[in-house]
């Protein structure tokens, strides 16, 4: 469990799974813990709940779907909105086209997002605003 803040902010540093450059998946993927993606995947991603996890996109990573994670870095394509209930990074190869719903944003020179930047204050406030539908894989 998380006390401090600066720990909150941060994302984990543990990657678990991999999905190499040269792997496609369609369809939707739940995980725990830390998963880099360098492939592309048409389908929603989301963290196992009351599970707190990390995804790291590559600039080679390509993402048609939902994200719902604690803590996202992304240096690759998203397509679709990116909720994130702790920590967003955008680095500089980041290309977004969808809303970025974030606590905490770090976004580099270089990052682009085609859609809004929504700061979350409470889980009430952001539950309200991302009940949107859920695209299938």
Same mark, same amino acid.
């Given at each position: 469990?998380?006390?401090?803040?600066? %720990?909150?902010?941060?994302? #984990?540093?543990?990657?678990?799974? !991999?999905?190499? &450059? +040269?792997?496609?998946?369609?369809?939707?993927?739940?995980?725990?813990?830390?998963?880099? =993606?360098?492939?592309?995947?048409?389908?929603?991603?989301? @963290?196992?709940?009351? #599970?707190? $996890?990390?995804? *790291?996109?590559? @600039? #080679? /990573?390509?993402?048609?779907?939902?994200?719902? *994670?604690?803590?996202? =870095? =992304?240096?690759?394509? =998203?397509?679709?909105?990116?909720?994130?209930?702790?920590?967003?990074?955008? #680095? $500089?190869? $980041?290309? *977004?086209?969808?809303?970025?719903?974030? %606590?905490?944003?770090?976004?580099? *020179? +270089? /990052?682009?997002?085609?859609? %809004? !930047?929504?700061?979350?204050?409470?889980?009430? &406030? /952001?539950?309200?605003?991302?009940?949107?539908?859920?695209?299938?894989?």
């Amino acid at each position: 469990m998380f006390f401090g803040s600066d %720990k909150k902010s941060k994302p #984990q540093n543990r990657i678990d799974s !991999l999905i190499g &450059a +040269g792997t496609k998946i369609e369809g939707n993927i739940i995980f725990s813990g830390g998963l880099r =993606v360098d492939g592309g995947i048409k389908g929603n991603i989301s @963290e196992a709940s009351d #599970q707190p $996890s990390t995804l *790291v996109l590559s @600039e #080679q /990573a390509r993402i048609e779907g939902v994200i719902r *994670v604690s803590h996202v =870095v =992304v240096n690759g394509a =998203v397509i679709g909105p990116v909720h994130a209930h702790e920590y967003v990074e955008l #680095q $500089s190869k $980041s290309r *977004v086209t969808g809303d970025v719903f974030y %606590k905490t944003l770090e976004m580099h *020179v +270089g /990052a682009i997002i085609e859609g %809004k !930047l929504v700061h979350r204050e409470d889980d009430a &406030a /952001a539950q309200s605003i991302e009940a949107e539908p859920v695209v299938s894989g």
